[in-house]
């Protein structure tokens, strides 16, 4: 079968959907609703980004939430907010995107890169365990691709040396975790709203936390130092404008109402191509199906713990060896465009530059070698089409 890099026909030729989906007429009428009163930004009196901050706050099982510009200025806020600084150390895992190590050089402390569980590419308890030193004071899960991070042990090894934990949900809209929801697992949860994210407003970020003295003081980092309650020109402590508008507050409000059914979904068209991926015969020169009874690509597994994984991205690993840059190109002449993944956090010179400390992560070079991801406008298609992410790979495979 030729390729349709070298001429033949491709896989498919039908557009993926689009993300973010067209507004809904609930957003329309919100958005037009802010729009009209004048009332734009957060502080000119109207009650869309609390609304929005309670809204998602319950959602995670908590009291209290924060709207912020963005989830790496939430991370940020929520290190700053627990007290997290210069001298520092804050545990991240070695296969996530940049800004969970850059919000913690945003705080003035040191990022230690430790590396994730081999099989569900999540920060592994042994990795985080083996970092630790007398400056660790917090660690920061992520909740990676929408799965749970495994949080009991996570958050055991945290009580045991006294850390704060600051789980990094920015893909995790709706996942849950031994029938608890993230983002309240821990001391703080972070939530993103930029332009791919499962809620979008473009940009936008939420920080969720149990403990009122947090939220208060995530609240005072976020509003330029004033204090809940206080004088509006009185600034007890140093903060910034970190604050989300009005605007993207209704644009996001409606979704809380249809994001199960998106998950659902999604997690359809994951369930099907798992059942298409285990139809790929092993490519010739391959015996059987390798020694570890593998076939040729599979779905990353969930973490332990998982009762909802929100599949903000399907991870699939290759079991055999191929040329990355010509596979993500074939795939895409094929009309399934998937995507590379992250490269590990140890190996990025402009955070070891400005003073992250790597680790030894194997399971994270691994990662960024055998693993690719189905991204969510893809996971959002009819699972009556996941078949053509599996011929695609099938005919790549095994050209």
Same mark, same amino acid.
């Given at each position: 079968?030729?390729?349709?890099?070298?001429?033949?026909?491709?896989?498919?030729?039908?557009?993926?959907?689009?993300?973010?989906?067209? /507004?809904? !007429?609930?957003?329309?009428? @919100?958005?037009?609703?802010?729009?009209?009163?004048?009332?734009?930004?957060?502080?000119?009196?109207?009650?869309?980004?609390?609304?929005?901050? #309670?809204? *998602?706050?319950?959602?995670?099982?908590?009291?209290?939430?924060?709207?912020?510009?963005?989830?790496?200025?939430?991370?940020?806020?929520? /290190?700053?907010?627990?007290?997290?600084?210069?001298?520092?150390?804050?545990?991240?895992?070695?296969?996530?995107?940049?800004?969970?190590?850059?919000?913690?050089?945003?705080?003035?402390?040191?990022?230690?890169?430790?590396?994730?569980?081999?099989? =569900?590419?999540?920060?592994?308890?042994?990795?985080?365990?083996?970092? /630790?030193?007398?400056?660790?004071?917090? %660690?920061?899960?992520?909740?990676?691709?929408?799965?749970?991070?495994?949080?009991?042990?996570?958050?055991?090894?945290?009580? $045991?040396?006294?850390?704060?934990?600051?789980?990094?949900? #920015?893909?995790?809209?709706?996942?849950?975790?031994?029938?608890?929801?993230?983002?309240?697992?821990?001391?703080?949860?972070?939530?993103?709203?930029?332009?791919?994210?499962?809620?979008?407003?473009?940009?936008?970020?939420?920080?969720?936390?149990?403990? !009122?003295?947090?939220? =208060?003081?995530?609240?005072?980092?976020?509003?330029?130092? $004033?204090? +809940?309650?206080?004088?509006?020109?009185?600034?007890?402590?140093?903060?910034?404008? *970190?604050?989300?508008?009005? %605007?993207? #507050?209704?644009? @996001?409000?409606?979704?809380?109402?249809?994001?199960?059914?998106?998950?659902?979904?999604?997690?359809?068209?994951?369930?099907?191509?798992?059942?298409?991926?285990?139809?790929?015969?092993?490519?010739?020169?391959? =015996?059987?199906?390798?020694?570890?009874?593998? +076939?040729?690509?599979?779905?990353?597994?969930?973490?332990?713990?998982?009762?909802?994984?929100?599949?903000?991205?399907?991870?699939?690993? *290759?079991?055999?060896?191929?040329?990355?840059?010509?596979?993500?190109?074939?795939?895409?002449?094929?009309?399934?465009?998937?995507?590379?993944?992250?490269?590990?956090?140890?190996?990025?010179?402009?955070?070891?530059?400005?003073?992250?400390?790597?680790?030894?992560?194997?399971?994270?070079?691994?990662?960024?070698?055998?693993?690719?991801?189905? +991204?969510?406008?893809?996971?959002?298609?009819?699972?009556?089409?996941?078949?053509?992410?599996?011929?695609?790979?099938?005919?790549?495979?095994?050209?």
């Amino acid at each position: 079968m030729t390729l349709a890099l070298h001429g033949g026909a491709p896989v498919r030729t039908a557009p993926w959907p689009a993300w973010p989906p067209p /507004l809904d !007429e609930a957003q329309r009428e @919100l958005v037009t609703t802010v729009l009209d009163s004048g009332q734009w930004g957060a502080t000119q009196g109207g009650s869309m980004c609390a609304d929005l901050a #309670a809204a *998602l706050a319950r959602r995670s099982g908590v009291e209290h939430g924060v709207t912020v510009g963005n989830a790496t200025l939430g991370l940020f806020a929520a /290190l700053r907010g627990l007290g997290v600084g210069p001298g520092d150390e804050v545990i991240v895992p070695a296969y996530t995107f940049v800004a969970s190590a850059t919000a913690v050089l945003l705080a003035g402390a040191t990022p230690v890169i430790a590396d994730v569980d081999p099989a =569900d590419l999540h920060l592994s308890v042994p990795a985080a365990q083996a970092a /630790l030193t007398p400056r660790t004071v917090a %660690i920061m899960p992520v909740h990676l691709a929408g799965s749970p991070a495994d949080m009991d042990p996570l958050n055991a090894l945290a009580a $045991r040396h006294g850390l704060a934990v600051i789980e990094d949900a #920015a893909q995790a809209h709706g996942a849950a975790y031994r029938g608890r929801p993230v983002g309240g697992l821990g001391d703080a949860g972070v939530y993103s709203f930029q332009a791919s994210k499962a809620m979008t407003a473009g940009e936008g970020g939420l920080v969720v936390c149990r403990e !009122e003295a947090v939220h =208060d003081a995530v609240w005072s980092v976020c509003n330029l130092g $004033r204090q +809940r309650g206080g004088a509006w020109y009185g600034h007890p402590s140093v903060g910034w404008n *970190l604050r989300l508008t009005e %605007i993207q #507050a209704a644009l @996001l409000l409606p979704w809380l109402d249809r994001l199960d059914q998106e998950i659902d979904r999604r997690n359809a068209f994951c369930a099907a191509v798992e059942r298409e991926l285990a139809a790929i015969p092993m490519p010739a020169g391959h =015996d059987g199906e390798g020694a570890s009874g593998q +076939r040729p690509v599979t779905v990353v597994p969930q973490p332990p713990g998982t009762t909802r994984d929100s599949r903000h991205l399907l991870m699939l690993r *290759l079991h055999v060896p191929f040329d990355r840059s010509f596979l993500l190109a074939a795939l895409a002449a094929e009309g399934v465009p998937l995507d590379g993944g992250y490269p590990p956090l140890g190996t990025m010179a402009a955070l070891t530059g400005a003073g992250a400390r790597p680790e030894s992560c194997p399971a994270a070079v691994a990662a960024a070698r055998e693993v690719i991801w189905v +991204r969510q406008s893809m996971l959002m298609d009819d699972p009556g089409n996941a078949a053509q992410i599996a011929e695609a790979l099938a005919k790549v495979l095994t050209s």
